[in-house]
């Protein structure tokens, strides 16, 4: 190990220690906010915000010139929530990610057009102490539920997830992003989206103190979506999509009853 490595290593290990000592002595009851900010989610919109409604404080949810039925969805979710949901507008065309992205950032870093910007926006309406990231067409899995019931209990202060895609013919997709992990719950204290060369990307002092959920938190349901990358450039489509592979794996049949009671059904495939 070089000198710099060291250093580094030193450094990090001082800072989450430092934070753990913080929020240890200074300790904050967590509540949370969790942000959706959505386009044409219409479909899985009510599903995403009902699935995740129990364990969180609120539903922001910011709508950013939708073409279908999402806003009708979020004003419902809105008045039948009314403890819990609120729903804002965001009138900006967004910035596909990718090369239209970084364009924009060259031209304007404060751009209300950029990807960062709508998210530091969306996640300025919160209330609560610590925000979720959430999307219009996930839904929560029981691991979700337990993990948030233990980040409420402990001094970590994000929590990285991750979930899986299901096709059509109910098996898993292995694609760019559901996978993996992604810090998805987090302390909102001088935590801000920037604007990175693809997309967006989470700095947050609180990083460091931070666990992983192994289990999957979500069901992402994007490629059951006619044009699951409306929001990316062309190549940038077709890139992901060269990337994409179907695997023989099928989704559980408890996850697929999690789908069903949301009135959400993929086609069982043939056995042989």
């Known amino acids: 190990m070089n000198k710099r490595n060291l250093i580094d290593r030193l450094s990090n290990r001082i800072s989450r220690t430092t934070l753990d000592l913080y929020c240890s002595v200074i300790p904050t009851k967590k509540t949370i906010s969790a942000v959706l900010r959505v386009r044409n989610e219409g479909l899985f919109l009510r599903a995403a915000v009902e699935s995740i409604l129990p364990s969180v404080d609120e539903v922001i949810i910011v709508d950013n010139q939708s073409s279908d039925q999402t806003l009708a969805v979020a004003n419902s979710l809105q008045s039948e929530f009314a403890q819990k949901v609120r729903v804002f507008t965001y009138h900006h065309d967004i910035a596909k990610c990718g090369e ?5 950032f060259a031209k304007d870093p404060k751009s209300p057009r950029l990807l960062s910007n709508f998210y530091n926006f969306s996640f300025g309406k919160a209330k609560m102490n610590y925000l979720l990231k959430w999307d219009g067409d996930m839904i929560a899995t029981p691991a979700f539920h337990e993990v948030v019931r233990e980040f409420r209990k402990t001094i970590r202060q994000t929590v990285f997830m991750k979930g899986f895609d299901v096709s059509r013919t109910a098996r898993k997709i292995d694609s760019e992003g559901s996978r993996s992990f992604e810090s998805r719950l987090f302390r909102r204290q001088g935590s ?4 990175g060369p693809v997309c967006e990307y989470l700095h947050s002092p609180f ?13 992402h349901l994007k490629f059951l ?15 992901r999509h060269s990337q994409l592979n179907e695997t023989e794996e099928l989704v559980a049949q408890d996850d697929l009853a999690i789908l069903r009671s949301y009135g959400i059904v993929v086609a069982q495939p043939h056995l042989h």
């Open 100 to 104: 239209d992205n970084e364009n924009e």
């Open 192 to 195: 801000e989206y920037r604007t």
């Open 207 to 219: 990083l460091f103190s931070n666990f992983s959920c192994p289990d999957d938190c979500f069901i």
């Open 225 to 239: 979506k006619e044009d699951p990358y409306s929001n990316h450039t062309q190549a940038l489509a077709e890139l």
